[in-house]
């Protein structure tokens, strides 16, 4: 059953292992049925109220589970995200290897 609770893998983002733990992270949100949260084809306001309201449910919820996996110390960077896509995109621009420059 899914809560916010659950640890969705045993691997908690610190920064530099990004790479590593964001294959994870898609991985198990792609077993749980939620990757549409974090790449954006399932987002809010294309259907009905009920529905929406249950698209708030779950994203809470996925966000909750993204918490569970971050390093405390990070949290400050990431905490007014809205959306699993906006918190999602805004560690990949962070901490992608690609983007070292801004790391440091």
């Known amino acids: 059953m899914d809560n916010p609770g659950n640890i969705i893998f045993p691997i908690n983002l610190m920064g530099k292992n990004y790479a590593n733990w964001s294959r994870l992270t898609a991985s198990g949100l792609k077993s749980k049925n939620k990757l549409g949260f974090m ?14 309201h249950a698209w708030e449910k779950c994203n809470a919820m996925v966000i909750a589970w993204l918490y569970n996996v971050i390093d ?17 995109k805004d560690l990949r621009e962070r901490y992608s290897p690609s983007n070292e420059i801004r790391i440091h």
Do not use: V
């Open 39 to 52: 790449n954006g084809s399932l987002s809010i306001g294309k259907n009905t109220s009920l529905d929406d």
């Open 72 to 88: 405390k110390t990070l949290y400050g960077s990431i905490a007014y995200a809205q959306t699993i896509e906006e918190l999602w």
